[in-house]
């Protein structure tokens, strides 16, 4: 690693996590590792989630399944929207997709879809896709059949599972299950919680878990999970500022008195959107508060006292809760981590011990394998 701003992703938390997950629920894993893994590395991911146990890989597009498949023979499963144009894909990397309608299905029958692997989604109350009506069900998956589609699995998606004392959950769950008993056939694969059902929600119809968050240590009631991931830079530059000076684009932080300054080398090119203006750091034990604007690859801090340049600096990590972080920008943990940008360096941790790095951008300077 050259430049110090650098993601650090704990794949020993990760696996546990996995298992924790298979064993709490008792049911098969549908590790989702969408979005190259929440940001994380979906082939690393894959491969941790595949030594925990886990029985299928989910991903969000042919693109993303094409990724996957190149480095394992696991099922894997597409959740979003596939053209059924592309069926020949499907066929030929052997990845099943959802179902997103009655009219997709009715598209897919006139491709040569025999051998196609299928999960029915179910909409039962997301709105986003699946099928609502349980005759149109019957009559997809009828459709389906007679042309020789393999129907491997059944799902649906909830919508309210992180505020499990309101009654959405329930009611989904109600229409999933009339559903399912509707078509009164087999399925291989019957799913129907994302990582906060998986945790908190019990049902006795499905037999397989859909998670993504949790995997990475975060979840509503995350009491039994381990974080997974880190974001680290060092400073950079640390000088005295006088009263009367200002900090940054804009000069919107004004000095009060004369105050010590520090650079940290991470900005909005890295994810660090400038909404973080304001908030606080954690270096050499202490919280440091970001002063000025937050410039695209850079920012400053305020020091109550002089620290040297290399010292580490946590953005959020063991110190300060991805959780929090999200709380404070008013998003949530998975968009803070999906925009974390490639530029960062990536580095795994592996039996307690460094085992990779890498960065997407710069193959001549990665290196370690696992
Ligand atoms: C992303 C996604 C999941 C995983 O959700 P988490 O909250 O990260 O566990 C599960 N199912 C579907 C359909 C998804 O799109």
Known sequence: MLRKTWLEINLDNFKKNCQYLIDHTNKKLIAVIKANGYGLGDRYLAKCAIDAGCSMLAVSSIEEALIVREITDKDILILGYVDPKEADYLKKYDISCAVVSLSWVKELINEDCKGVKVHLKVDT?????????????????????????????????????????????????????????????????????????????????????????????YASNDKDLLPVCSLYTQITNVKKVNKGETIGYGATYRLDEDEIIATIPIGYADGFIRRNQGRKVYVDGIYAPLVGRICMDQCMIKLPYMIENRTKVELFGEHISLKLMAKELDTITYEILCNLSSRLTRIYILDGKKCMECNSRLETINNGTF
């Open 125 to 217: 109350g997301m709105n986003r896709i699946g099928i609502k009506d349980k005759k149109e069900l019957k009559e997809a998956y009828d459709l389906l059949v007679s042309h020789g589609v393999e129907v491997e699995g059944i799902f649906t998606h909830y919508a309210c599972s992180d505020d499990l004392n309101s009654n959405f959950t329930n009611e989904q769950f109600a229409k999933f299950k009339e559903a399912y008993d509707y078509l009164n056939v087999p399925f291989k694969y019957i799913h129907c919680d994302n990582s906060d059902a998986a945790i908190d929600f019990k049902d006795d119809l499905t037999n397989a878990i859909r998670c993504g968050i949790a995997m990475l240590g």
